[in-house]
């Protein structure tokens, strides 16, 4: 539906509603004239009657006056008659037809000279009735009378009843018809500002969007920027001295911390992004924080105490490790530059029991609080904290991510977080866990660094990757380590060769231009059934990726470093 | 409107002059008979009356024969109409009676009249005659009224114009009703 649809469909009960207030008046102003004719008639009728039975009176007591010609009787009772208002004339006529005696109101026309006959007739309102005086069956003679004509405010005395009642509701339907219009134009009006407003905030909207993506893309470019300094400045290091592997080595070392960093970076953004699945595991969060004494101080600098306050009820609580740590870094960070000039970070872990909250089902929780005694902040700012892209710092420094990936975090274990800050007196963010039913396994043993084999596998990797740099680097650190090499920069270009090349192992990236990783795995395995394949995704579509192949596939996250790739590749080759 | 009024105004000036030219032929009638017959205008209006009476009147049945038979309109005594009566009451019926003068000399509880002018003579004495009625549905009518005895009606003369006076007990006591309206006309009943 198009907005001026909606906007018709919006307006017409109203103009419905004015249309039948119309007809109403108009049905009104029918009944009203059709209601006075009708008693227009009915008067007539009554005037007739009551003119017939006056005459019919006279007509029964006059007779004797008649008979004996009695002018003064007869005058009497014709006066009587016409002392009534609504009587003009009347007359008494002998048996022949002719006048004895008349009564006239003042102004009104004589009775006629004779009256020979019975008559009933009306004209303009005005009766005029004769009828023949009989005594015992022997005529008298007449009596003829003659009503008033009714006059014009008699007739509208008659009639403003109705007519007032009529003009009162036409008023009334008048005043609801403009009420009923001034409801539509109010509606329309109404419509068109909220259609403003909406259009004003979709501008709104679409700005804050681009302002975040400046921040962010601000942000993430000061931070790949650091980054690729570190690795830049490494690798011209390592070239004007490379013939000392001492420094080779540090350097080289410098350099894979940057680009661990710079991996960690796009994690963190693509955690954010929801495009990599958590790894959510059971785990204990203060053995986790335990861990992190060492690298939270650091982070913060001697100028900042740090406090840790944990609790020993070993709560297991559903989440993933790296990301509940790079949540409680970004914490930490935060802190730090809340107190530029030093202060104490507190965290602070206790089980807690909810039964009403808001948003929380009741139950037990783990409680994460992390506090600072920095500037805090205002409430406005407090209130936005969480929102993705929303920063007070500088464009350039900070990607607005970073409480918002604590928010994800929090909410992804089945819990919140919240905040509690005022201007000068720190701030306070608790994460709240919802405990998991269940043991924790023991922390993994980490895998020992895979040394260089002393034998070269002998193994055949095919290896596709739209990315030439990713594809030499990948390519030499395989041949280094002894394995054959066979490359394609595209999943056509890999079917073609693969037949012919028959590789043990093949190592498909996930993201690529036409034939995507997926698809090129399947492919493959139809042409070698039973192909072991490793996919390497920046994103974490495994759930997909694992549809594609049944299973049958190995996730190598990106980026990746060559020893976990090796190890990959030796799993499953001794699998196979 | 108003053309309608001045045709009103002519409609009725034609009517009064027609009732003025009837009015004034009526008068010329009545002298006319006063001088033919010799009865004054009294006498003729008295005859009128006389005959006028019948029908503000209601005799018990009994008095009829049968419902057509004629009411006698009787005159006992001496004239004073002539046929001046017999003009009045020709063609007259009242309640399918025919009405039917007569002249009797004397008159009797088996005279058979329904009214009776009771004019008195030397045969029979008005007060004889109204004797022989006294208490029979006979509306006896006498012409004023003194010692020797008054009618059920009696013709008075009063500001020169004929009237009458109506004892309406009598004519009840006598088995007659008299018609109110008649009464009302009465000078008794003024």
């Known amino acids: 539906m198009s907005e001026s649809q909606k906007t018709t469909g919006r307006r017409d009960p109203e103009r419905g509603r004015v249309a039948v207030l119309w007809i109403g008046a108009v049905v009104l102003v029918a009944a009203s004239i059709a209601l006075a004719f009708r008693q227009e008639d009915a008067h007539r009728t009554l005037v007739l009657h009551e003119a017939e039975a006056q005459t019919d009176v006279l007509a029964g007591s006059v007779s004797a006056a008649l008979a004996f010609e009695d002018q003064d009787a007869m005058r009497q009772y014709l006066e009587a008659l016409t002392r009534n208002p609504e009587i003009a004339a009347a007359g008494i006529y002998g048996p022949n037809g002719q006048r004895l005696a008349m009564s006239t109101r003042l102004g009104a026309a004589p009775p006629p000279a004779t009256v020979t006959a019975e008559a009933d007739s009306q004209n303009g309102g005005a009766a005029r009735i004769a009828r023949v005086v009989t005594e015992q069956g022997q005529r008298q003679g007449f009596v003829y009378l003659r009503t008033e004509p009714e006059s014009l405010g008699e007739f509208v005395g008659r009639h403003t009843g109705l007519v007032i009642l009529t003009l009162l509701a036409l008023l009334l339907l008048s005043f609801m018809t403009r009420a009923a219009q001034r409801l539509a134009s109010a509606n329309a009006r109404l419509s068109e500002e909220i259609e403003a407003r909406a259009a004003a905030e979709d ?66 953004l693509l955690a954010f992004s929801r495009q990599q699945k958590l790894e959510l595991k059971p785990l204990i969060v203060a053995e986790r924080l335990e861990g992190m004494h060492e690298l939270l101080a650091r982070t913060l600098g001697p100028r900042v105490e740090l406090a840790f306050d944990l609790d020993h009820d070993r709560v297991t609580v559903m989440s993933d490790a790296t990301q509940l740590e790079v949540a409680v870094m970004n914490l930490a960070v935060n802190a730090r530059d809340a107190m530029p000039d030093g202060g104490r970070l507190t965290v602070r872990t206790r089980k807690i029991q909810l039964e009403d909250d808001a948003l929380l089902a009741p139950g037990a929780y783990l409680q994460l609080q992390v506090t600072d005694t920095g500037h805090g902040m205002p409430p406005h700012v407090a209130r936005r904290a969480f929102d993705p892209f929303f920063t007070t710092k500088a464009v350039g420094k900070g990607t607005g991510l970073g409480l918002a990936q604590v928010y994800g975090v929090a909410r992804q274990a089945g819990g919140d977080a919240r905040i509690v800050s005022s201007p000068e007196a720190g701030a306070t963010v608790t994460l709240l866990f919802r405990e998991a039913s269940g043991d924790v396994a023991g922390p993994a043993p980490e895998p020992p660094p895979a040394p260089l084999p002393t034998t070269a596998p002998s193994a055949t990797v095919l290896l596709i990757d739209d990315d030439d740099a990713v594809r030499g680097v990948v390519r030499g650190g395989l041949e280094m380590r002894g394995y054959t090499v066979i490359d394609a920069n595209s999943g056509e270009a890999a079917l073609a060769i693969a037949g012919e090349a028959q590789p043990h192992i093949a190592v498909v990236d996930y993201a690529m231009p036409g034939m995507d990783g997926a698809q090129t795995a399947e492919s493959l395995r139809r042409i070698l059934p039973g192909l072991p394949i490793i996919l390497a995704s920046g994103y974490s579509d495994t759930a997909a990726v694992e549809r594609a192949l049944g299973g049958a596939a190995t996730v190598l996250r990106k980026p990746f470093d060559i020893n976990a790739l090796s190890l990959a590749l030796e799993r499953l080759l001794a699998e196979g | 409107m108003r053309r309608k009024g001045r045709r009103q105004r002519w409609t009725t000036a034609l009517a009064t002059a027609l009732a003025v030219a009837s009015l004034a032929h009526a008068e010329v009638a009545h002298a006319q008979v006063a001088q033919a017959g010799a009865p004054t205008l009294e006498t003729a209006v008295k005859a009128a009356y006389l005959a006028k009476f019948a029908p503000f009147v209601v005799w018990p049945a009994s008095v009829f024969a049968t419902p057509t038979a004629p009411l006698a309109l009787c005159v006992q005594g001496d004239d004073p109409f002539g046929p001046l009566l017999d003009h009045e009451a020709a063609g007259q019926s009242v309640g399918g009676h025919p009405v039917a003068v007569r002249r009797v000399a004397q008159l009797a509880a088996d005279s058979g009249c329904q009214i009776a002018f009771v004019g008195g003579s030397s045969v029979q004495s008005r007060a004889a005659a109204l004797k022989a009625v006294d208490g029979l549905p006979v509306l006896t009518v006498t012409d004023g009224g003194d010692s020797s005895g008054r009618g059920i009606v009696q013709l008075v003369l009063t500001d020169g114009r004929v009237r009458f006076a109506i004892d309406a007990d009598k004519a009840r006591q006598s088995g007659m009703t008299i018609s109110s309206r008649l009464l009302a006309l009465g000078v008794a009943g003024r």
């Open chain 1, 203 to 268: 501008a709104l909207r679409q700005s804050q969007k681009l302002e975040a993506l400046g921040q962010l893309t601000g942000g993430i470019a000061h931070d790949f920027n650091n980054l690729l300094q570190a690795i830049y400045g490494a690798f011209e290091l390592i070239l004007n001295k490379p013939g000392d592997p001492k420094t080779v080595s540090r350097w080289a070392r410098n350099g894979l911390e940057a680009a661990n960093r710079g991996a960690s970076l796009t994690r963190q």
